[in-house]
């Protein structure tokens, strides 16, 4: 049998990598896997609120019974603020970022983004969820608060970025923009176990995936690519998670789209909390991402926190084939 080999100790074993490190990264990252497993424990209950009560807001036993998501918003930023790692955070639930007072002999010089809960319609219905996390290195000056220049930074300056999926089984999938690897929640033994070592996207796949219901608020070029899509026999699979829909792809290869629609002109996704973290990872695997007009996701410069981009992301030749559509196809093109 294989010897199982722990989150914890991969994160530290990878810190031999950087030769400078102070293991602040790597505090970090435990730190999220621990928010990770207290977020699972909510996930996992969810389909009980039924039948513990939550109609007025409470449970039988009279306490407050929160939304999943603020749940896990609230989760995420206790355990990053009680570790005294990181100097800030920004989530996709708060209007503004929040800074954190350095602890006394500690001055942090990481910021971290994330969306707590992806995809949380789906909690309902008991239907897969994620969370989605980003950590960038800071700008400001150390001795001071963290600014807001320290969250807008592109996507090419990330210094770790990943996911966790609550799904049949939960999985942490990670990357600090050496490979990306995979790790498996044991509940037996309350461990994420490395699972999937150095994970390669493939080159292309069998599925796109799309909300084919916004078909006609769509461009024409992407109308046409999605079109090629179905020609091709491709199999259409949205689940209405980001998180979840990527990491199919990102597993079995195809293409994800949010593009513009007539009610999201710039794209529906946050750049910082989602786009740019499901970016790395994907580019990390070997496959890239693109917004639907063209521009490298992680090329662009973030102006505000809770800017919204159109993403094509999965495996390299598709997304190449969907750029060359929409070269072809555009108005631009055509006249
Ligand atoms: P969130 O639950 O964090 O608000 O994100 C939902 C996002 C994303 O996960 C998903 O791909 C997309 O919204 C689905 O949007 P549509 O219902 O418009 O297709
Ligand atoms: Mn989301
Ligand atoms: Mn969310």
Request: hydrophobic share 35%.
């Amino acid at each position: 049998m294989n010897r199982i080999v722990t989150l914890d100790e991969f994160i530290i074993q990878r810190q031999k990598d950087f030769p400078f490190a102070s293991g602040e990264l790597t505090g970090l990252l435990r730190d999220i896997g621990v928010a990770a497993k207290i977020v699972n424990r909510e996930v996992n209950k969810a389909g009980l609120v039924s039948i513990l009560g939550v109609a007025d807001g409470s449970n039988t036993s009279g306490d407050t019974v929160q939304k999943l998501d603020l749940y896990a918003n609230e989760k995420l930023i206790d355990c990053l603020k009680n570790s005294g790692e990181c100097c800030g955070i920004a989530s996709e639930e708060n209007e503004d970022f929040i800074p954190i007072p350095a602890l006394a002999d500690k001055t942090s010089k990481y910021v971290v983004v994330f969306d707590p809960l992806d995809g949380s319609s789906n909690i309902d219905v008991n239907v897969s969820v994620g969370t989605i996390f980003g950590i960038y290195r800071r700008k400001s000056d150390p001795s001071g608060p963290c600014t807001l220049e320290d969250f807008l930074q592109k996507g090419t300056e990330l210094v770790a970025a990943g996911y966790v999926l609550y799904g049949t089984s939960t999985l942490l999938v990670y990357t600090t923009g050496r490979g990306v690897n995979g790790f498996t929640l044991d509940p037996s033994i309350g461990e994420f176990c490395l699972s999937h070592r150095d994970i390669q996207i493939p080159a292309r796949g069998h599925y796109y995936s799309v909300n084919q219901g916004y078909y006609l608020k769509f461009d024409v070029e992407m109308r046409r690519y999605i079109d090629h899509c179905s020609d091709l026999n491709l199999r259409l699979r949205y689940i209405g998670s980001m998180v979840s829909d990527v990491h199919r792809i990102l597993f079995q290869g195809g293409i994800f789209l949010y593009p513009n629609t007539r009610k999201y002109q710039h794209g529906k996704l946050r750049l910082v909390y989602e786009c740019n973290p499901l970016s790395f990872v994907v580019e990390q695997a070997g496959g890239k991402s693109i917004s639907c007009q063209l521009q490298r996701i992680l090329d662009i410069q973030p102006e505000t926190l809770h800017q919204r981009a159109t993403i094509a992301i999965g495996s390299p030749e598709m997304v190449d084939e969907m750029k060359e559509f929409v070269e072809k196809y555009s108005p631009a093109a055509l006249y």
